[in-house]
């Protein structure tokens, strides 16, 4: 048993490797700061200034805590996208053929927009919060963010998932991807509570990832009870846990069903 | 052959160079000039990377000389680009150069437009050019579904489009297999017939002696020698190796004895005969089976050693 | 010359349709709707609705333009159909501008889905009290929008990764442009920035036209939108010769 957590524990490590990699080709510490970071903060500015057009400071406030929180899942849902890129690199037979479960590969492979996506909502409560004029207790924001951190994880989770659908239907990949982002965005209160929605969505919005971690920052950030907190991140790591779960059986039923029906192709 | 004054292509010290950095620019044509007459199927013959691609697209005015000039049709590559490509084809080998996703017959339809055809001319040849490349019952598939002859056969159909007086094709038979490279070469057969010129670049002898009626080769950027395909043919044949095995002793001795025999080297069991005339590979031959000898081989020389030997022979220095 | 032009839409519509995946911003983007349209309706402003059904639309349209009309002469070159189509006596930029046309139209049905929405699912209406000015300010946009598509078409060739480009001019754009938030509320020492990019004076002129009162300056503020338009072809369709000439001279593009 030992034996196969270390093999599998080898395998993630080089498979963060190439997930690095990935990142360094497309990005140098330039370009991410003033292209990628500056266009997420807009994303999060654009919220924040909607709160103004609607003139209530506390809505405002709900805004920018919600969307800097959702930007972690925005962009950790990109695992999707290159999740694919292992397919239509054509190294998906090579995976299937050698003895290690292509899952802890597949897992490892996208962990870069696990730090990329904290790094962003980290910088976002931090600095961008005070300059939009929502001010929150800097005590509380050091708490939230290994709260954020654990909420990219259960994103990730379903992420995955998704991503091992987007693998039967490539061509649907990308929009996989932001479908279930805008899901994720529209019912786990970033922008409205989940009150908003209609009973069943509210149900299904129990099940998503984000939800429950969301509520529990914003306990955090507005001085809440500590026994609200450890109740929603102990809900979101039962949600990540499940989600998990579904995504290992999803990629072992891709790998049965693909070899089955000769789905698994050399390239894309 | 040539019935009009002005030959259809003129090529006079073209050069063009790449620069590099740090490093002395790389000249991919070097002071080459060339003739071609109207109605001429003229080949053009080097290994990779000596220059054929270049010259072909600075003749079909993609890209710029660095000096010298081209006159195609009459028109200078550099100042009447316009004229100069509604005169030409082009065939660009391989696999790039057609739209994927879309049909065949999508694909010619644009093309005929780009050629500034009106519509229904253009639809109608678009129609003669799928019937006479034999894509007709497949016009209306994604071309990606095409295997590597037909997308050939679409490639020649969409270097037609615009009824040129001049076609240039580029390799056109690189990486087909033997039966579509002969359907093809019936059709550039075909072309010669209509009149057309045809510029045809190739690394393969074979198929330049078959088609062209005169070949120009040319390496590292430098055009060496223009010459009938009758010559290429001797060259084919006068530089053949012979190849025998457990061939007896006395047989060895009266094969260095025959005329036009260049070495004769033995390895191990193997005896390998350089021949440097033409026909010694057939007195080679009948002196090995007389001998008794049963496992022998010939095998025609490669580009590269035809090369060594003209240059050789004729001590033309190589850049 | 207009053969050619419709010769180019015509192969557009197909390649779009053989390849649907380019229209992903029509799917992902007025999804967005739902999102605005949740927000003001929490906070009890109904009156913001005509805000976020234009704001996702805009947003539609410019998303559009960088994901696809960017990529257009780049694809070409990746692809390697560029050399055939510089060989061509076709005029490459009617080719562009054509094919460009074509799908910010169809960018513009992000306009329709974004109020479909809306009434779908939140059970609002937007009334239309200026129709003919909404409709000649859709019209000078669609021309703006084609002039700007025109530059980022010419800039995508150059970059090393068109894709850095393309993810980092969607959402400042959307916040400079004011497509759902008024460039009047954003902080003093941007609107400068912003006055010089059509979107903002675009958003602004489509609201007032869903507004009752008949907007103020609606000429003036036409001409500036087609203005802006026209400097922006003259840039791009100039980058684009000189990217054609440099291609010409160099055998390749040459990255920036």
Redesign the interface.
């Known amino acids: 048993m030992s034996t196969v957590i270390r093999d599998n524990l080898r395998i993630l490590r080089c498979a963060f490797v190439s997930a690095f990699a990935d990142m360094r080709a497309t990005y140098t510490w330039r370009t991410w700061t003033f292209a990628w970071l500056v266009r997420i903060l807009c994303q999060v500015t654009l919220f924040a200034f909607i709160g103004k057009l609607i003139g209530n400071p506390a809505t405002t406030e709900y805004l920018v805590v919600g969307n800097s929180v959702f930007i972690t899942a925005d962009i950790v849902m990109m695992v999707c996208a290159t999740t694919s890129w292992e397919r239509m690199a054509g190294t998906l037979p090579l995976l299937i053929g050698a003895p290690a479960s292509p899952f802890v590969v597949f897992a490892g492979r996208s962990v870069q927009w696990l730090v990329d996506g904290l790094a962003c909502s980290t910088v976002s409560l931090m600095l961008l919060a005070p300059v939009l004029g929502v001010h929150l207790p800097f005590s509380a924001v050091l708490l939230a963010v290994p709260m954020v951190a654990l909420i990219s994880l259960s994103v990730y989770a379903f992420g995955l998932v998704l991503a091992g659908l987007a693998l039967r239907v490539m061509s649907a990949r990308n929009i996989i991807g932001r479908l279930g982002s805008i899901l994720l965005m529209v019912l786990t209160g970033v922008q409205v509570p989940v009150d908003f929605w209609p009973a069943p969505l509210r149900v299904v919005a129990q099940f998503l990832p984000l939800t429950h971690g969301l509520e529990a920052v914003r306990t955090v950030l507005h001085g809440g009870s500590g026994g609200t907190v450890l109740k929603g991140l102990g809900l979101e790591i039962a949600v990540g846990f499940g989600w998990s779960l579904v995504a290992v059986y999803t990629y072992w039923r891709l790998v049965a069903s693909g070899r089955k029906d000769g789905s698994i192709e050399f390239g894309g | 052959m040539n019935t009009t004054d002005s030959p259809a292509v003129e090529v006079r010290r073209l050069a063009r160079e790449y620069s590099r950095r740090g490093k002395p620019p790389r000249r991919a044509l070097d002071d080459v000039d060339l003739a071609i007459g109207q109605g001429e199927v003229h080949g053009l013959l080097g290994p990779n990377g000596a220059g054929k691609t270049t010259l072909c697209k600075i003749l079909c005015t993609v890209l710029l000389p660095t000096s010298g000039t081209a006159l195609v049709n009459g028109f200078d590559v550099v100042t009447k680009t316009d004229a100069v490509r509604r005169s030409i084809g082009i065939v660009f080998g391989g696999e790039r150069g057609l739209y994927t996703r879309l049909s065949a017959r999508q694909n010619l339809r644009y093309w005929s437009a780009l050629y500034r055809q009106p519509k229904a001319v253009g639809y109608r040849r678009v129609e003669e050019l799928l019937d006479r490349m034999g894509l007709g019952d497949r016009a209306d598939e994604p071309v990606e579904t095409f295997s590597r002859g037909m997308k050939q056969r679409l490639h020649l159909a969409r270097g037609l489009i615009g009824d040129p007086r001049t076609l240039i094709l580029d390799e056109p038979t690189v990486g087909m297999d033997p039966v579509a490279a002969r359907d093809f070469r019936e059709l550039v057969r075909e072309l010669r017939s209509e009149g057309r010129t045809v510029l045809l670049t190739t690394h393969d002898m074979a198929e330049a002696e078959a088609l062209c009626d005169r070949v120009s080769l040319i390496d590292s950027g430098r055009l060496l020698a223009t010459e009938s395909p009758r010559t290429i043919g001797q060259w084919l044949s006068k530089y053949e190796r012979v190849r025998a095995e457990r061939v007896p002793a006395e047989v060895v001795s009266h094969l260095r004895a025959v005329p036009g025999v260049g070495g004769v080297t033995a390895a191990g069991d193997v005896v390998t005969v350089e021949t440097v005339a033409e026909g010694a590979a057939g007195a080679v031959l009948k002196v090995l089976v007389d001998g008794g000898v049963t496992t022998v081989s010939t095998v025609r020389p490669s580009l590269e050693e035809v090369y060594l030997h003209v240059i050789g022979e004729r001590g033309l220095a190589v850049g | 010359m207009t053969?050619?032009f419709w010769?180019?839409v015509?192969?557009q519509a197909?390649?779009l349709r053989?390849?649907?995946?380019y229209l992903?911003s029509l799917?992902?983007i007025p999804?967005?709707t739902?999102?605005?349209l949740?927000?003001?309706?929490?906070?009890g402003?109904d009156d913001?609705v005509p805000?976020a059904v234009l704001g996702a639309a805009l947003m539609t349209v410019w998303a559009t333009a960088l994901y696809v009309c960017g990529e257009l002469i780049e694809s070409e070159r990746y692809?390697?159909?560029l050399?055939?189509?510089?060989?061509?006596?076709?005029p490459f930029s009617v080719?562009i501008i054509a094919r460009i046309s074509l799908v910010t139209v169809v960018s513009f049905l992000g306009l329709a889905e974004s109020g479909l929405i809306a009434w779908l699912l939140f059970g609002v209406t937007i009334p239309v009290p200026h129709p003919g000015l909404l409709l000649l300010t859709l019209l000078c946009t669609a021309f703006a929008m084609v002039g700007t598509s025109s530059i980022m078409s010419a800039l995508f060739v150059l970059a090393r990764?068109a894709?850095?480009?393309q993810?980092?001019?969607?959402?400042?754009f959307?916040?400079l442009g004011g497509l759902?938030?008024?460039v009047a509320?954003?902080p003093g020492w941007l609107q400068p920035v912003s006055r010089v990019i059509f979107l903002s004076w675009t958003a602004d002129l489509l609201r007032d036209c869903l507004r009752v009162e008949s907007p103020a300056d609606a000429v003036p503020r036409l001409a500036v939108i087609v203005g802006l338009g026209v400097l922006a072809f003259a840039a791009g369709l100039t980058m684009s010769r000189a990217i054609l000439r440099r291609?010409?001279?160099?055998?390749s593009v040459g990255y920036a």
Request: cysteine-free; charged content about 15%; overall charge positive.
């Open positions: 053969g050619l010769a180019a015509r192969f197909q390649s053989r390849s649907p995946e992903m799917v992902t999804a967005l739902i999102a605005f949740a927000i003001v309706r929490n906070s402003r913001l805000y692809g390697g159909t050399e055939g189509l510089l060989a061509a006596p076709a080719l990764s894709r850095i480009f993810n980092s001019l969607s959402y400042p959307y916040l759902v938030v008024p509320l954003l291609i010409r001279q160099n055998g």
